[in-house]
């Protein structure tokens, strides 16, 4: 089970991040979709003491990744992508408090 939760996690972030970081574009969908498994890692460890590492790893390189990728875009999408990155830095801390 905390296999498959730390996968669907990587395969989130992976889905958001890199077509960001190849100048593809914002995808919305994406973004809904990493923040719902950040949020079920959420529910998942409410009660426990510890995380996976390779989960730690994750949900620590998302905020860095994703404003290292908004100074590739302009105007408003470069604004989204910034707000986006700190809803998912917000959504990190809520995950791991």
Known sequence: MEADLVSR???A????VIP????????EQALLRLQEEIDGCRTAWRNE????KRAA??????????EA???L???????RIQEAGLL??????EALD
């Open 9 to 11: 996690l990587d395969e």
């Open 13 to 16: 972030a992976t889905r958001f």
């Open 20 to 27: 960001l970081r190849m100048n593809e574009g914002f995808d």
């Open 49 to 52: 003491t510890c995380v996976p």
């Open 57 to 66: 790893l994750i949900l620590a390189e998302l905020h860095p990744a994703i």
């Open 69 to 71: 990728c908004a100074w």
């Open 73 to 79: 875009y302009d105007g408003d999408v470069r604004q």
């Open 88 to 93: 998912v830095s917000e959504a990190v801390v």
